[in-house]
């Protein structure tokens, strides 16, 4: 069993950053993909931003230049930086492992982005 914890979402500006944390209690290192996937008000879930275990990183098109995934398998955690923020990334960012390419699949608490003048 996985644990995800998120961290470091919040209020901030147009054209602001942050960088949100997603910290796993047991070891994912290996892990198939690593991910953020976000869900605004009346909105689906829609992948953010993925990182296999080699490393292959793919981005929503919206957030290509602005965003970045990384993970640090010492520290079991894997996060995503994000910049240049826009009103439209308002939504609630969740934490994704997949452990193998079929599963299981685990998901953090979610945290909160909010962006607004």
């Known amino acids: 069993q996985v644990q995800l914890v998120e961290s470091g979402g919040g209020l901030v500006q147009p054209g602001g950053s942050l960088r949100l944390s997603c910290a796993a209690s047991g070891n994912i290192a290996t892990s198939y993909t690593m991910g953020w996937y976000r869900q605004a008000p009346g909105k689906q879930r829609e992948l953010v931003a993925i990182?296999?275990?080699?490393?292959?990183?793919n981005y929503l098109d919206s957030v290509k230049g602005r965003f970045t995934i990384s993970r640090d398998n010492a520290k079991n955690t894997v996060y995503l930086q994000m910049s240049s923020l826009e009103l439209e990334d308002t939504a609630v960012y969740y934490c994704?492992?997949?452990?193998?390419?079929?599963?299981?699949?685990?998901w953090g608490q979610g945290t909160q982005v909010t962006v607004s003048s």
């Open positions: 994704n492992v997949r452990l193998t390419l079929v599963g299981p699949t685990y």
């Open positions: 990182i296999t275990k080699g490393g292959i990183m």
